[in-house]
């Protein structure tokens, strides 16, 4: 490839000009490669292979948004809960106790006493029936990923035998 001469610019030797041309591309290569493991990422569950990453990346998206949609307004955005009323998901002993119970009562709601990090809660939830499967798995992968010390992907098929088992009690 040759570079056009511009009339009273100094000479560029033929290896730099070379050089100059394939910087951004040795720097768009150079920030492709990750070089963490599981040790260096602080978490022994984070996927280690670039697909599972951007996988879990892309649940993490479409979760925080269904989130918002159906559950904040109650839950809060930062996942406190309100007040006596409606629990906490943000550290939450129950929460923690059960990832299927939790796909249940997504699905379908929940209604009566439940006690959560010692406090009792007796306020009904309403069912998110609209949900798909792969829009569960996304919500409560965002939940588990935020507040349940997770960081793996709740997989659909977990989501599908979940909703099996509680959807033969509804």
């Not at 560029?12 to 000009?17: D, G, N, R, S, T």
């Not at 599981?38 to 996927?47: F, Q």
């Not at 998901?89 to 959560?116: H, M, N, W």
């Not at 069912?127 to 409560?140: C, P, Q």
């Amino acid at each position: 490839m040759k570079l056009p001469k511009i009339k009273g610019a100094p000479l560029i030797p033929k290896p730099l000009q070379w050089l100059l041309l394939l910087s951004p591309l040795l720097l768009l290569c150079a920030g492709c490669h990750d070089k963490t493991s599981k040790v260096e990422s602080g978490t022994e569950n984070e996927p280690t292979d670039r697909r599972s990453r951007i996988r879990l990346k892309h649940y993490l998206v479409e979760g925080q948004r269904l989130y918002l949609e159906n559950c904040s307004n109650c839950h809060q955005k930062d996942g406190s809960g309100l007040g006596r009323l409606i629990p906490p998901l943000k550290e939450a002993d129950y929460l923690k106790e059960d990832v299927d119970r939790t796909i249940c009562i997504v699905k379908y709601g929940l209604s009566g006493e439940i006690i959560v990090n010692g406090k009792d809660y007796n306020h009904e939830m309403p069912g998110n029936k609209e949900l798909t499967e792969l829009e569960i798995a996304e919500l409560v992968t965002y939940v588990y990923n935020t507040w349940g010390g997770m960081s793996e992907i709740i997989p659909v098929e977990q989501v599908r035998q979940a909703l099996k088992q509680c959807g033969d009690k509804q």
